[in-house]
Every structure is written in structure tokens, then in C-alpha cells.
């Protein structure tokens, strides 16, 4: 008896998947990377690095495919990895760049910026900010993830991650202003 993996739900392709039936990537794969591309695409704003995120995404699938529990929905599982995938590679895009200081120049001038920068230039207006604060600053100009996204990757409630970024916002104005005043 042959089985069309194409009719079958994704939770039990994941399962066939797990006892080792590669087709069952396969189609999975087939399935779902056009959605993950569009959204990667979406979050990135660069094409090649989203199929760079879209490649990095389904391996780590691959080699998470053991953890994954077919109870629950796999394209919310999908859909985590590759958020994951995105802000693992923020990190190591981060860790690359070297920053701007801050100085009046980039303060005063209506910077008109390439995405590739903004981290260049937020970075150091981030400050001593604390981590969770950076991130979620990060996470919502940078990414222009919502803020349930945010809450999901910092592991808080929307409303929690609502005030992250406005007390980062207050901290940065604040440290604008106090420059200002000992110029």
C-alpha cells in the first residue's frame, strides 16, 4: 500500500519524518518554503540573506526534528524556528559591525540611512541600556516585529514588552537631553 505523503497533515509528515522517511521532508519543504521564504523576506528586507535564513531555517528543523512533539501544530513550530534563525543571525551580524560613536553630527543630521546601517547607528545610541531593553528596541525598529513577536522571543507578555521599549526610549531621550546640556 502506498501512502501520498501529499495528503497527509503536516504533524504526520514530521512524524514520518522522525522515523527517518526523507520524503517526508520533502514535502514538508515543498509545502511550507515559500511561506517561510515570504516571511523571512518580510522581516529582513533583503533577499539573499532570507534565503540564506530560509536554508539555515530547515536545518535547524533537521536537526531538531527529534524534539518536535506531533500533539502540537507544526507551522507555529516552523514559523519559531525561523524567528529564531533571524535573530541568531541579527546576533552574529551585530557582533560584526563595528559602531558609530555617538557625536552631534549623527545626532543633528536627518540621516538618510541604508538598512544595512541601522545597526551601526542605533547601536550606540542603545547605551548602557539593559539587555532586554536593547532587544526589544532592536527586535521592533530594526525588524519591525510586533510586539507579540517580541513577547514570544523575550518570553513576557506584549504589554511587558510595550514598556521595554518606551523606558528604552525614555532612557535614551534622557541621556539626548543630558548631552545637551553639558554642551
Given at each position: 500500500m502506498d501512502i501520498d505523503l501529499k495528503q497527509l497533515s503536516d504533524e504526520s509528515l514530521m512524524k514520518l519524518y522522525q522515523e527517518g522517511d526523507e520524503m517526508a521532508f520533502e514535502v514538508l519543504y515543498t509545502r511550507h518554503s515559500p511561506k517561510i521564504y515570504a516571511f523571512l523576506t518580510k522581516k529582513v528586507g533583503d533577499t539573499a540573506l532570507a534565503s540564506d535564513l530560509l536554508q539555515e531555517t530547515f536545518f535547524k528543523l533537521h536537526n531538531s526534528r527529534n524534539s518536535y512533539n506531533s500533539d502540537y501544530p507544526f507551522l507555529p513550530w516552523i514559523f519559531t524556528i525561523s524567528k529564531n534563525t533571524i535573530v541568531d543571525s541579527m546576533r552574529k551580524m551585530k557582533k560584526?559591525?563595528?559602531?558609530?560613536?555617538?557625536?552631534?553630527?549623527?545626532?543633528?543630521?536627518?540621516?538618510?540611512?541604508?538598512?544595512?546601517?541601522?545597526?551601526?547607528?542605533?547601536?550606540?545610541?542603545?547605551?548602557?541600556?539593559?539587555?532586554?531593553?536593547?532587544?526589544?528596541?532592536?527586535?521592533?525598529?530594526?525588524?519591525?516585529?510586533?510586539?507579540?513577536?517580541?513577547?514570544?522571543?523575550?518570553?513576557?507578555?506584549?504589554?511587558?514588552?510595550?514598556k521595554l521599549i518606551s523606558r528604552g526610549i525614555k532612557s535614551i531621550k534622557n541621556t539626548f537631553s543630558k548631552m545637551g546640556e553639558s554642551e
Amino acid at each position: 500500500m502506498d501512502i501520498d505523503l501529499k495528503q497527509l497533515s503536516d504533524e504526520s509528515l514530521m512524524k514520518l519524518y522522525q522515523e527517518g522517511d526523507e520524503m517526508a521532508f520533502e514535502v514538508l519543504y515543498t509545502r511550507h518554503s515559500p511561506k517561510i521564504y515570504a516571511f523571512l523576506t518580510k522581516k529582513v528586507g533583503d533577499t539573499a540573506l532570507a534565503s540564506d535564513l530560509l536554508q539555515e531555517t530547515f536545518f535547524k528543523l533537521h536537526n531538531s526534528r527529534n524534539s518536535y512533539n506531533s500533539d502540537y501544530p507544526f507551522l507555529p513550530w516552523i514559523f519559531t524556528i525561523s524567528k529564531n534563525t533571524i535573530v541568531d543571525s541579527m546576533r552574529k551580524m551585530k557582533k560584526s559591525i563595528k559602531t558609530l560613536p555617538i557625536n552631534e553630527e549623527i545626532l543633528t543630521q536627518n540621516l538618510d540611512v541604508a538598512e544595512n546601517n541601522k545597526i551601526a547607528i542605533l547601536e550606540p545610541m542603545l547605551g548602557n541600556l539593559p539587555e532586554n531593553q536593547k532587544k526589544a528596541l532592536t527586535l521592533r525598529y530594526l525588524e519591525d516585529w510586533t510586539f507579540e513577536d517580541i513577547a514570544q522571543i523575550l518570553q513576557t507578555s506584549p504589554a511587558n514588552s510595550r514598556k521595554l521599549i518606551s523606558r528604552g526610549i525614555k532612557s535614551i531621550k534622557n541621556t539626548f537631553s543630558k548631552m545637551g546640556e553639558s554642551e
